[in-house]
């Protein structure tokens, strides 16, 4: 029979047992290298395999972007389309953080399969209902004409290459989208393609000591790479081939993949976390009067640097967001009506536009 000091003693080791298990599992708190998880001081983020912590302001954010893009659909805001923008590179951040905490639990490895199912459960059923909807609504109340081309655009929204279909076709984003009522489908389409060809590079590079500097190297040189063909292929008189292009566009998702790389997270983790806030704080204004005074295509400045200047700041934003989640700004985002449109804007972006198209003025009958 123990003694009760021996049983004393054995409770003790077991609660040290238990508490040290929990430490190493719980959440972190410190400053994110994924977007989710901790800065670590090895090139791979520190954060438990399957774990990660939810940044709340990241749901604002993304509510603020569905609006910016539904005002200019409305045409009430001319900057807001820059909302596709901001979800691209909230998109990168996320997904490459995701990856990342993968890679470090799994080795290096990433299990592709799974992680393409799990894109195509969460996105595909919510396309494919907003397609078949749109088109049986558009039998029977659309315009023919309308009918028509979406019937043309269909295949090309399911096989999420709506994008190059538009090009191929040169029809012009910013003066024809109102006879195309899945035109706003080609963000979409960007970024599947980036789901679908961004992870097998991740897993390439992701490997030993300097997995996490390998991935940043790359997310940097995509990202320059990508601006160069912007700058090099716009046309001043029709901007879509650089508007919608996967290759023009991917600089907003790679500068968001690279803000989730350790050595991104440990630069922006020597800001103190009330640096972090006014640093947020700052760029969210700046933000902010970009899309106040950009006025699409008819920015020169916009396709020669101005995109990529804003997915800089946006992704800037981001990283000082989830460094400083409590910051003045950061409880500005996590407002209850931000965050539930953030929660809901890929089903509000999805069908917006044929709402706004089959809901015309001459068929309401209301103006303004």
């Not at 020597?270 to 947020?280: D, I, M, Y």
């Amino acid at each position: 029979m123990r003694t009760p000091v021996a049983l004393r003693t054995a409770f003790s080791r077991a609660a040290s047992q238990r508490a040290g298990r929990h430490a190493r599992t719980a959440d972190t708190t410190a400053p994110p290298t994924t977007g989710a998880g901790a800065a670590a001081p090895a090139a791979v983020p520190a954060a438990p395999a399957g774990r990660k912590r939810h940044i709340e302001p990241l749901d604002g954010l993304r509510g603020l972007a569905v609006l910016g893009v539904l005002f200019f659909h409305a045409g009430h805001f001319g900057g807001g389309f820059l909302g596709v923008d901001l979800f691209f590179v909230l998109s990168g951040f996320l997904i490459t953080g995701l990856l990342l905490r993968e890679t470090a639990a799994r080795g290096g490895r990433v299990d592709l399969l799974a992680f393409w199912g799990r894109r195509a459960r969460r996105l595909v059923p919510a396309l494919a209902v907003t397609v078949a909807a749109t088109l049986v609504l558009l039998w029977a109340f659309g315009p023919p004409a309308l009918l028509g081309q979406a019937r043309d655009d269909t295949p090309w929204v399911l096989a999420n290459l709506a994008n190059w279909h538009f090009i191929s076709d040169r029809l012009g984003y910013w003066d024809a989208a109102g006879t195309h009522v899945f035109s706003h489908l080609w963000s979409i389409a960007v970024e599947e393609q980036f789901y679908l060809l961004w992870p097998p590079l991740l897993c390439l590079v992701a490997r030993g000591r300097h997995a996490g500097r390998n991935v940043a190297v790359v997310a940097a040189a995509g990202a320059l790479a990508s601006l160069l063909l912007m700058i090099v292929l716009v046309d001043p008189v029709d901007t879509t081939r650089v508007y919608e292009g996967t290759d023009t566009r991917a600089f907003s998702l790679l500068l968001g993949a690279l803000t989730a790389t350790p050595p991104a997270a440990r630069l922006l983790a020597r800001l103190t976390t009330r640096a972090a806030g006014r640093v947020a704080l700052v760029l969210a204004c700046g933000i902010g009067a970009y899309w106040a005074l950009t006025e699409g295509q008819t920015s020169a400045a916009l396709f020669r640097g101005g995109l990529f200047a804003h997915a800089l700041a946006a992704a800037l934003l981001i990283g000082c967001l989830a460094q400083a989640p409590a910051a003045p700004l950061g409880r500005a985002l996590r407002v209850r009506p931000l965050r539930w449109a953030g929660r809901i804007s890929y089903s509000l972006y999805l069908w917006h536009w044929p709402v706004f198209l089959l809901l015309s003025e001459e068929r309401l009958g209301l103006t303004g």
